[in-house]
T-cell receptor, first 110, second 116 residues
Framework: SQQGEEDPQALSIQEGENATMNCSYK?????LQWYRQNSGRGLVHLIL?????REKHSGRLRVTLDTSKKSSSLLITASRAADTASYFC??????????FGEGTQLTVNP | DGGITQSPKYLFRKEGQNVTLSCEQN?????MYWYRQDPGQGLRLIYY???????QKGDIAEGYSVSREKKESFPLTVTSAQKNPTAFYLC???????????????FGEGSRLTVL
């Protein structure tokens, strides 16, 4: 079974708006990662947040982690059409395996 | 440039045939992974290898086989025993194998297998 579950499954916004995606997970984690996948391509790592961190920023990305609620959110500010992609959260429920959620499909309309 | 190369990008197979997907990396990474992705879904782990000549089953290993004879290479064979092999297959790697998974995965561009 998938460790992470993203919400919403699909999100459509206008260019310039912010996009927020959420991820919930089931077991304790060492870290949580977010990846991006353009249609028909491989995944690209965006950001990693450790279990002892609450918030992390990278450019237009902001990730939060609430270990008490077993949840994380990814915020993309001032979205662009090029941000259109699927976004996945991934966690490490056991040592050497990274488990992915089902993803959020983000569409940014120009 | 360093990276992960998967081939072929597209592959068609008749039912009953085995097919091997290639994954090569020149990143000097120790661990390599194979994931399967079905339309609109997340990634499911098939097999992974943390060191040469050693590999472990993931969540959906039935009908698949792998080998890790060289650090750079981790081919995946989809056998005729795999009941529904049509999918997008992704290979990934990461440096280091000790302790918890603390780093990121690097992915190839994927191989799309279609069974006719």
């Amino acid at each position: 079974s998938q460790q992470g579950e993203e919400d919403p499954q699909a999100l459509s916004i206008q260019e310039g708006e912010n996009a927020t995606m959420n991820c919930s997970y089931k077991t304790s984690i060492n870290n949580l990662q977010w990846y991006r996948q353009n249609s028909g391509r491989g995944l690209v790592h965006l950001i990693l947040i450790r279990s002892n961190e609450r918030e992390k920023h990278s450019g237009r990305l902001r990730v939060t982690l609430d270990t008490s609620k077993k949840s994380s959110s990814l915020l993309i500010t001032a979205s662009r059409a090029a941000d259109t992609a699927s976004y996945f959260c991934a966690t490490v429920p056991s040592g050497s395996r990274l488990t992915f959620g089902e993803g959020t499909q983000l569409t940014v309309n120009p | 440039d360093g990276g992960i190369t998967q081939s072929p990008k597209y592959l068609f197979r008749k039912e009953g045939q085995n097919v091997t997907l290639s994954c090569e990396q020149n990143l000097n990474h120790d661990a390599m992974y194979w994931y399967r992705q079905d339309p609109g879904q997340g990634l499911r782990l098939i097999y992974y290898s943390q060191i040469v000549n050693d590999f472990q089953k993931g969540d959906i290993a039935e009908g698949y086989s792998v080998s890790r004879e060289k650090k750079e290479s981790f081919p995946l064979t989809v056998t005729s025993a795999q009941k529904n092999p049509t999918a997008f297959y992704l290979c990934a790697s990461r440096p280091g194998t000790r302790g918890f998974f603390t780093g990121e995965l690097f992915f190839g561009e994927g191989s799309r297998l279609t069974v006719l």
